[in-house]
């Protein structure tokens, strides 16, 4: 297929790689990213992101807990400029339903679009209205919700980015303290054993096309790949990574250290690509 230089430059922010690099990489991935993104790390090639965040345009990102902090929930309510996005009355608007999130937890999307938020409107109505007042597509795009012993929320980037974290015990400002490590690091799991198979599978074949290009001999390449693959996890699930506050301990080391016993049960994020 043809790759366009917008499909090259789109692969080279999500990647960090150089233009020839990418256009050779989805050029021999028939222009799927995910597995041009393969190609480029088997090649050795730096790739800033192994994983590009939930696609967004502008918007609205809230995230809140009940009082009790036992539950919460995201919302992201999209639009197609930064200029709307930015306005106190949409930000508000983002936020009503968010609290109408909150008090009726549904399920899914299809449930909180259903909710009523005023006037007899129901969520789905309102963002009816709202797109011929404004002029702008405007939707739910995310909603996500958890529940816990103890669930902190986190607003980052003016209202670009959300994350919410459950943890065991009561320790508000220790989950308070893992919901930005969540929004700065981006883990994709809680923990290895939350990594789905196809995802180790996918890393360990990566690995082992890299350590057979380096020339190692075949019968050390599962043992070194498997190495890999903890380096996998130590960067990438959440209670294994360092710390943000202190690198000198895991996140799973810094909750014990609050409250013995003291572990993260979940977490949830939501960005507007950032």
Do not use: W
């Not at 198979?197 to 996918?202: C, K, L, P, Q, V």
């Amino acid at each position: 297929m043809a790759i366009t230089a917008a499909d090259v430059n789109k692969l080279r922010q999500m990647t960090g790689a150089g233009m020839m690099d990418c256009k050779k990489a989805l050029t021999e991935a028939n222009g799927d990213f995910e597995a041009a993104i393969d190609v480029l790390r088997k090649q050795g090639q730096k790739v800033a992101a192994k994983r590009a965040d939930r696609d967004a345009t502008e918007g609205a990102v809230i995230a809140m807990t009940n009082a009790d902090q036992t539950r919460g929930v995201i919302v992201s309510l999209n639009c197609e400029t930064d200029f709307v996005a930015k306005n106190e009355g949409y930000v508000a608007m983002a936020t009503k339903m968010a609290e109408v999130a909150l008090a009726g937890f549904p399920a899914d999307k299809d449930a909180l679009l259903a909710l009523s938020y005023e006037g007899g409107l129901t969520i789905a109505d309102k963002l009816t209205e709202q797109t011929g007042v404004i002029g702008e597509k405007i939707e739910i795009a995310y909603y996500e919700h958890l529940e816990g012993a103890c669930v902190a929320a986190y607003i980052h980037a003016g209202n670009k980015l959300g994350t919410l974290v459950a943890v065991s015990g009561s320790a508000p400002e220790a989950a308070k303290d893992v919901a930005m490590q969540v929004a700065a690091m981006n883990p994709v799991a809680l923990d290895k054993g939350s990594v789905p198979a196809e995802a180790i599978e996918r890393e360990l074949e990566i690995a082992r096309d890299q350590i057979r290009q380096e020339g190692k001999p075949e019968e050390m390449v599962d043992r070194i790949a498997q190495g890999k693959l903890g380096k996998f996890f130590k960067e990438n699930t959440l209670v294994e990574q360092d710390f943000i506050k202190d690198s000198k301990q895991s996140v799973a080391s810094y909750l014990n250290s609050v409250q013995s016993g003291l572990v993260a049960t979940g977490f949830r994020r939501v960005g507007l690509g950032v």
